[in-house]
């Protein structure tokens, strides 16, 4: 697909927490051959680009664990856009490739739509970041459901079932009433069916956030069946006591640990925690979000919102091994005028929900909170690939992984907003040419519905 | 457009009262240039076609007085064909054509869309039947308001904002806050702006049907700017005293005078309408239709339903000038699983609904309740044309007409079924390919959404 | 009931209009018979009582055009204090004369319970302000409807429908399904069984303010029923057109005539309204109150409140006869953390609401807009006498009026806020003993339920 | 409190399931002394009243595993009778006396309240069947939450949060939140400080079914918390994980075990409930009641419905220990037309919420099921006692056990309706005078709000 490449003169921070250092990187057919730590004089190769990128910092593409190529999954975006949730997808692919983020996991969406936009990409078809996808959340209603969208008395019945069922794939909320080895079963039908690339259940509920779904040993049958195929499982969870069933049960990465409800994470969890490193995909905000957010809350929200602020600066200080999670998608412009946003007065600050950009504010709320700036740039990169076990493939720049670069201004551990300051994106030893993304744009295009 | 044709030998009830008759019928450049009472024998004009139609009985084409193009405005309707409002509208006409009705009345509806199919179809560049409109219902908000489908907090304020602008057009319900002065002004205004073909106003509310919304000063107004204007005017009404005010006011026709809620057709305004033969524009049902709705209506509904027929009992024995009137439209597969319909058990009897087919229904409630079928035919025909000021156009098969005919295999006299045994659709002089139609269904497809 | 009275030495001002003057006035069972420009000099009269009031101003009792005895009509007061409404409506009158307010114009309740109420009272047999009341306003829905509150799923539809025909009494929102001669024989009947004082009538809808409820025939029906049974008539208007029939109607007092929507009031109607000195019950607030108002309101009511506010300094600027008008009563603690005033921060400012004190605000208002303090004085007074047609009884300190008198112990001319300083509070010639007031607290008790 | 009685000439049937028999009994101070097979001759003691039963039948006075004396907690009915609700269980207490059930487990209720009714009752203050309570279902919300009857926006919040916190006491649905450790000790807490007789959590939601509310470890805590203060203790469950998992836990007593959702009681499930004969408190109800509630469910609630009743098919088939289990209370007449229960048309039958008759609709399942006679008297009798681990106190007919007894005038084994041809309750040895039942009715006097 991609001819040789060489990026010389730059300072490499290669992501295995290795200092920076001039370095040559020699790229052939989408893979890194080596990392030199030569003169930076190029490889006499005739057909090779060579990109000077003396002053500049080369860092892995990062990545992000938790987000949702379509977020935004009101009624209204649904039904207008019906016959274009690839083009969504896409969307919102390529503006996460656009802002540095080279490898994305989709930690919610329908997995037919979703499985056919990474393939797409994956496959080098259509240009986007790396998609990683679990489909649905095991055990949670479809979009237009209580669990997410309410649809109210507005909508046919009809309409709701049939949107609904492309999300949910036999393993939506009803699986709640089955045993747990009829779970198992239907969970090892969902991934033979849909081929997703990693497994997602719902501990606690989504919209009911206190309940627990599944029994212990019905979290363990997941959590086999995901493994027995291959896949790493993780859970959603919102209370202490579904984190503690979740590590019981297995699970291989914790989705948003620090949110406990109005319940700090209790000691013993706290301490499995880090003692046994388990990646914490973390939604961190900066004390800025922060702040905006708490002024609208109304209890008991607003001590929701306190509480999983002081984990993660509890988990930032004990050393956990947190990953970038940003839980980031696309929002139509008409979303903002929706009732649920009626008590929000003037602009969001901080925005974690806007992929190709969100990623650096969870960057500057690490930092903020005193995590080192090397572990901070590892917890976008190589964590990730670690936590879910890709990092053959990614999140290093090593021989033998995937080109995926990212080219930067200025130095990011010197500060986090320098991981906007791009130069040049590679994926997969390609340069992006980054001013056409996205290429069909939907939800941001100039003319769309209520722009 | 069209060559000449020629109808040789059938039965012409040519809906001007006279008795039905044997007669040819020559048709140019899609106007009737003669209606024969010879003997069946072709002109000899070398490039006309010529129909034999021995046996048959041959109609004016048959009119509604009250239609809906877009007549699903659900929000999911509205939001799934965003992009495709024309084509709601084409199909609507084209099945209303094939089912003989060749001139149809939209009474609300979004006049841009709106203008531009009738301007399509009526320029001959689009199959379907004749139409004109009234675009909005002057006084009353938009598809999504609570006089329609109420949105509840599913949709984000600017969609609903927008979509409910398309329907206003500047006369919507804020135009109760006016002066008798101002209301006349905006509407001089939205007939210049809209280039609707005739003026609907509320007199009652839609969604509060025992308000009124316009004083009798304003009701004057608005009837005026109409006439100013060269067009009829027409009032929604649902009391006795909103349907006296509008008489007053100097309306042209009636819609649904029948409706009057929970109180009978009081006996003066009754003797008015009788004696001045105003038009009148009654949604009549079966009776087997009015026994089912009945089953599943609640009170005060189902009072107001028994009002409703006994009103229509009533102005058909004192011989009232009745015109057919459906408020038909197309309805969405989705729809009749929507929430409002969620008492609805089993499958509608005779619907009133149905472009296409329930003008059928119409005529048969009308012999039901004693109107003489001749009576009859002209309710659906030339009074129509004459209520809505075309009759120099349409409406009866007399020389110099549009050539809107109707070719039927059994006598319509002797039993309104025979309405739907169509041999032919003729239009503007041309054979309608019924087969054809609808061109492009969208919510009529065999594969449209929760078909 | 009371023995002979006597004021000696305070400065009087009558209410007449005449200036201040030190005067002596002379109460005798329970009416006033002289006030004396003499010296002070206590008549001999041996069992009379004298309050030497040297230093003090003596104005007539106050009056307030439009108050609620039973506001706070949420289903939960409703049905918390079921079998108590007499007495929430006792307690409302009695704080209402602790605070100097000795007459009272009800001008929407239950009859039945507010008749029974007033009859205690005028009879003095209770402690009260007297009462005057109009029960229903002919055309609305009770209380539990979404004229008012709406119900929603919560209650029962016996419980909703028993308590709502306690106001309804005939002459709900199904009046309007009615023609005008039906609507006056229904008034006529409501007036007889009910035995109010005076006529209210919605001229536009109150959950649905663009609306009118009636035509003029019908207005003009229910103005004539109600002189017909010598008792005056006025409406409840929120909208130019509105205002308008009503005053063509025959209305002898009009309701807030300053709330005309988002449209200013017309310049005709407004000149009608100046040049016929119609007195205007208008609820103005002070400036502080309005931007309190203002900052959380949402269009189309901001721009509702602001039009309100113009139209109130236009009135008072143009020398409009205005009438003290809170629409006051008593709200139960817990109904202000109802959802609907859940946008509502901190402390409400200045407001017009609370029976016993915010008319002091409305003078306050008054005086703000550049009323004359005289003027202010007799809109408090005289003007409502008049207005109500009962100046031979009330209104002003002039003999054979009935000795509702205040004491102040401040120049309520110089300020306002010195109609709160009273000394003395004497109704029907009796001092209110003003601490043991309310006797028997409902809502304003200690221990109310959420209190 | 009471004088001796003799029970000469009646057949007994003393609920150990002993065939019936001629036999005395002899009663003394409250308590049985003596069952004896004599001849029924009275014994010669002088004050000893006898009573001559020759014919009739002689039984243990009934009792029901699960009923709610306050059942009705719409919002009207908490807020009409606010200030009554001991009242309210009082008078359900003595509608169920007059019934023939001596003994009632109120499993859900405000504790507070009804400690204090049960301590009037039992003491002997105050006629009524014997209470045992267990006051909140731990891990669910008050009355007006979505667990219940949703409030919507009509209630203000802090009346709602009154409420509600009189049946939380501290361990309503925020318990959820907590570590299994914390749960155990607010648990130890809970019975503490309200002296409830059992205790009952909820393992699956009640306003949402499918959800768990407990981790298995946090189920431990609260079994072993009421077994540490010599309580039995049972799980509310819908799901046969929730019923897995209380097994599992420990719990004394299964509540509707019955009630499995949409997938019938797992087989594992089933045998271990038959083997260990753990006590199934389910809620039969007649094959006619079963087909009237089918007739107007939605799915999935015929479904959970058409379930249940297999289930008990099954289980009584298998010989279950079955206990009597009506759910009922007393219900308010206007909450027959609460919005709730629009779609029923047509009376209840067989229903099984009426407190004082409802029991004996349980007893003609058991039957129509193919449950033996003796063992459905015993379901209603000596299974529940020891079920509850009270069968030292009452249940059969045996020396030292209290005198509540119940005398038929047909025989209960030949017709289940004979439950209902009651010749006499004897409740602690004293004759109650069933005519005077209930004393002071609220919800079912006939004068009670909406009857």
């Not at 975006?77 to 080279?102: C, F, P």
């Not at 200080?317 to 947190?322: E, K, L, V």
């Amino acid at each position: 697909m991609s001819a040789s490449l060489q990026l010389t003169g730059g300072t490499v921070i290669d992501g295995t927490g290795q200092r920076p250092r001039e370095a040559t990187i020699v790229v052939e057919d989408g893979r890194i051959v080596t990392v030199g730590s030569g003169d930076g004089t190029p490889r006499s190769s005739g057909d090779a680009q060579t990109l000077d990128v003396r002053g500049k910092f080369v860092i892995p593409g990062l990545m992000d664990a938790n987000v949702h190529l379509i977020l935004d999954t009101t009624a209204e975006v649904l039904l207008l856009h019906r016959d274009r949730y690839a083009d969504l997808a896409i969307e919102a692919a390529q503006l996460a490739l656009r802002g540095g983020v080279t490898t994305l996991f989709d930690t919610w969406g329908p997995p037919g739509v979703l499985a056919q936009v990474r393939d797409s990409i994956n496959s080098g078809k259509v240009t986007g970041s790396r998609v990683y996808l679990a489909g649905n959340i095991i055990g949670l209603d479809g979009p237009l459901t209580d669990d997410f969208n309410p649809p109210g008395t507005v909508l046919s019945r009809k309409t709701i079932e049939v949107i609904n069922a492309e999300w949910e794939c036999g393993v939506g909320g009803n699986l709640q009433w089955q045993t747990a080895e009829t779970v198992g079963d239907r969970v090892c039908q969902y991934i033979a069916e849909t081929g997703v690339d990693f497994v997602k259940y719902a501990a606690s509920g989504h919209g009911s956030p206190r309940c627990l779904l599944f029994s212990e040993a019905a979290q363990r049958a997941i959590v086999e069946e995901a493994h027995r195929a291959g896949l790493t499982a993780q859970a959603h969870t919102s209370t202490p006591e579904s984190l503690r069933m979740e590590i019981t049960a297995g699970a291989d990465l914790l989705q948003h640990p620090d949110i406990t409800g109005i319940v700090p994470l209790p000691a013993d969890t706290f301490a499995t925690i880090v003692e046994r490193r388990l990646p914490c995909a973390a939604i961190m905000t900066t004390k800025a979000h922060h702040e905006w957010l708490r002024r609208t809350a109304d209890e008991p929200w607003a001590t929701v919102l306190r509480v999983q602020d002081a984990n993660n600066d509890r988990l930032v200080a004990a050393g956990a091994r947190m990953l970038l999670t940003t839980d980031a998608g696309v929002v139509a412009p008409t979303s903002y005028s929706h009732p649920q946003f009626k008590s929000v007065h003037g602009e969001v600050v901080d925005s974690h929900l806007e992929l190709g950009s969100s990623h650096v504010n969870w960057l500057r709320s690490a930092i903020e909170r005193g995590m080192d700036p090397m572990t901070a740039l590892q917890s976008a990169t190589r964590y990730i690939a670690e936590a879910y076990q890709v990092a053959d493939e990614v999140g290093t720049l090593e021989a033998e992984k995937r080109a995926d670069i990212l080219v930067l201004d200025s130095d990011p551990l010197a500060d986090p907003l320098n991981y906007a300051r791009i130069r040049y994106v590679i994926k997969d030893g390609t340069i992006v040419d980054r001013d056409r993304l996205p290429e069909r744009p939907v939800l941001t295009s100039a003319s769309a519905f209520g722009a």
